[in-house]
């Protein structure tokens, strides 16, 4: 089952790389392979809210899309995301932020197995590719929304 972590440290505080992860409805909007997203249901929860969300992925004639559960935890400054519907098996996707020097650790964690063995071959590399360039894109989102007045 393909899977991808890692652990970067950027110059945004915890909080702020927090509010950008946990702002789903703006991912069409910079997020790669990211075509659409709606938010179906909020909940609030003791510790968060729980959301249930329809993101539309797509790349050249190949568009998808999938529904997760998504977990978010403002107090710990997590996000956990879990498959319910679409072309996948599994898909569990986790974030944590931690505050160090000069900035903050984002940690990032996703796996996933396609439904479809056909599927899996036509964009399991570009969902690898994608998927590297996530932490990117939150990272420069972060950038541009402490830009703005």
């Known amino acids: 089952m393909p899977t991808f972590s890692t652990k970067r440290r950027v110059a945004f505080s915890a909080a702020q790389m927090y509010a950008v992860?946990?702002?789903?409805?703006?991912y069409p909007e910079f997020l790669p392979m990211c075509t659409g997203l709606t938010v179906q249901s909020r909940t609030?929860?003791?510790?968060?809210?729980d959301l249930?969300?329809?993101m539309n992925v797509g790349y050249k004639q190949i568009s998808e899309a999938f529904t997760t559960s998504?977990?978010?935890?403002?107090?710990?400054l997590q996000v956990d995301?879990?498959?319910?519907?679409?072309?996948?098996k599994r898909l569990d996707n986790r974030w944590r932020f931690i505050d160090v020097d000069g900035g903050s650790e984002v940690d990032f964690y996703i796996t996933?197995?396609?439904?479809s063995v056909m599927l899996s071959l036509?964009?399991?590399?570009t969902f690898d590719q994608a998927f590297r360039k996530f932490s990117e894109?939150?990272?420069?989102r972060a950038s541009f929304m402490a830009r703005r007045p």
């Open 70 to 76: 998504v977990h978010l935890r403002p107090q710990a």
């Open 44 to 49: 609030p929860v003791a510790d968060g809210e």
């Open 122 to 125: 036509l964009v399991g590399g």
């Open 21 to 26: 992860v946990a702002d789903v409805e703006r």
């Open 112 to 115: 996933y197995e396609f439904k």
């Open 52 to 54: 249930t969300a329809r």
């Open 81 to 88: 995301a879990k498959y319910l519907d679409g072309p996948f």
């Open 137 to 140: 894109a939150f990272e420069a």
